[in-house]
């Protein structure tokens, strides 16, 4: 199947429709399709949270501002579907619980989908596991994402993994002061390198 007819049938994807349908936000699925042929880098997240669903476009929240700046690109890039691929884990809002927090992404998305589109796009030159979900699928691990993200060395310069940018991982960030002095730095590295 080409790139286009798998952008074509996930677009219309409705397989988590009575999954959402039953949680505390009670939502339709609405993917958000982020991909092309010839990508330099995959960005590969968890799920799109509440304003992306809202948006129709990737990382649109706090979130997106931090990850844009760990890499160093500016949104004219970063929303270059020819230069980035955002393929996270489940496409569409998996929905709040009936106490707000946030649902994991539902597998059948990525047994679905993932393989196809990971194969479709080719060879990119550098992929940013971002959290736990993403890290284990790709690397096949059972370790945290702590430990994941200290390793970051055994996989680069073509595979970093990052904690979520979310707010919410600002202490984790001041409890491992060496994400942002040495893996930061090769990142943005790495993420022009790509580009070139």
Known sequence: MSLDALKHDLS???????????????????PVV???????ILIAGQAPGA????????????????LRDWMGVGEDIFYDRSQLAIVPMAFCFPGYS??????????????T?????????GDVRLTLLIGGYAQKWHLKTKASVTDTVAAWQDHAPHIFSLPHPSWRNTAWMKRHPWFEAE??????????????
Do not use: M
Not at 56 to 63: A, V, Y
Not at 98 to 108: A, E, N, Q, R, V
Not at 113 to 121: C, D, H, K, P, S
């Open 113 to 121: 989908w993932r393989g196809a589109i990971v194969e479709a796009l």
């Open 12 to 30: 219309a994807c409705a397989i988590c429709a009575a999954r959402f349908a039953a949680t505390h936000t009670a939502h339709a699925p609405r």
């Open 51 to 66: 304003r992306v669903h809202e948006s129709g476009k990737p990382f649109t929240d706090p979130s997106g501002d931090r």
């Open 183 to 196: 893996t930061l730095p090769a990142l943005k590295t790495a993420v022009n390198d790509a580009l070139a």
């Open 98 to 111: 009936d106490k707000g927090s946030d649902l994991p992404p539902p597998p059948i998305c990525a047994k």
């Open 34 to 40: 982020w991909f092309d042929q010839g990508a330099r």
